[in-house]
């Protein structure tokens, strides 16, 4: 009877604690990435740059790197539909030009900028983009690119929101909620890796 509750014992703490112990270990690199996280430096000259919307100081660092000409284009992509580009230069020196600023409308999540993305790059036909949002996004925001856009030179651009730091209380709890939606992304990426629509055919029929 002994040696049948130890291979229980075993048997669980093998199911239970491996899995366990590897969310773990997923989580720490998962924080310490998005902490340690910084912008190029300095930053080089790309085709155009991607902001996606939904944090402070996004869009500001979409700006600057127009206004340093170290893009030629930028897309601020996910704005909400009574949002104009005046609105958004309206605070911001020095002045822009409005012809190299594009608001994208269509995109309500972060496969959705990638789908928007793909479309706005094409039409440019730029070759290298930076990619401009927090940090914390960055890891699901760079894997829903990849996967989307084929033959272009992603570049992270990180940026970190105001208070967003270890010794506060919103750094683990958006931590904890991206981690577990960037392995969301992965598993569906895994099972449906020619897919780059929000739900494969077989979920929605």
């Given at each position: 009877?002994?040696?049948?509750?130890?291979?229980?014992?075993?048997t669980l703490?093998?199911?239970?604690?491996?899995?366990?112990?590897?969310?773990?270990?997923?989580?720490?690199?998962?924080?310490?990435?998005?902490?340690?996280?910084?912008?190029?430096?300095?930053?080089?000259?790309?085709?155009?740059?991607?902001v996606?919307?939904?944090?402070?100081?996004?869009?500001?660092?979409?700006?600057?790197?127009?206004?340093?000409?170290?893009?030629?284009?930028l897309?601020?992509s996910?704005?909400?539909?009574?949002?104009?580009?005046?609105?958004?230069?309206?605070?911001?020196?020095?002045?822009l030009?409005?012809?190299?600023?594009?608001?994208?409308?269509?995109?309500g999540?972060?496969?959705?900028?990638?789908?928007?993305?793909?479309?706005?790059?094409d039409?440019?036909?730029?070759?290298?983009?930076?990619?401009?949002?927090?940090?914390y996004h960055m890891?699901?925001?760079?894997?829903?690119?990849?996967?989307?856009?084929?033959?272009?030179?992603?570049?992270?651009?990180?940026?970190?929101?105001?208070?967003?730091?270890?010794?506060?209380?919103i750094?683990w709890?958006?931590?904890f909620?991206?981690?577990?939606?960037?392995?969301?992304?992965?598993?569906?990426?895994?099972?449906?890796?020619?897919?780059?629509?929000?739900l494969?055919p077989?979920?929605?029929?």
């Amino acid at each position: 009877m002994a040696k049948i509750l130890r291979i229980i014992f075993v048997t669980l703490a093998i199911s239970i604690g491996l899995p366990l112990c590897l969310w773990l270990a997923g989580f720490v690199v998962f924080t310490v990435t998005i902490y340690t996280m910084s912008e190029p430096t300095p930053p080089q000259e790309v085709d155009a740059a991607i902001v996606l919307t939904g944090g402070s100081n996004r869009i500001s660092q979409g700006f600057d790197l127009l206004a340093k000409s170290k893009t030629k284009n930028l897309l601020v992509s996910g704005v909400h539909k009574d949002v104009r580009k005046a609105d958004l230069l309206r605070d911001y020196t020095p002045q822009l030009p409005d012809c190299c600023i594009t608001l994208g409308y269509e995109a309500g999540n972060t496969i959705g900028n990638a789908i928007e993305a793909r479309e706005w790059l094409d039409k440019n036909k730029a070759n290298s983009v930076y990619l401009i949002t927090a940090t914390y996004h960055m890891p699901r925001a760079l894997l829903e690119f990849h996967h989307t856009l084929t033959g272009i030179k992603v570049i992270p651009y990180p940026v970190t929101p105001e208070g967003f730091s270890p010794d506060q209380e919103i750094f683990w709890k958006t931590s904890f909620v991206e981690y577990h939606k960037t392995m969301m992304s992965v598993v569906r990426i895994l099972a449906y890796p020619r897919e780059t629509n929000p739900l494969p055919p077989e979920i929605l029929e």
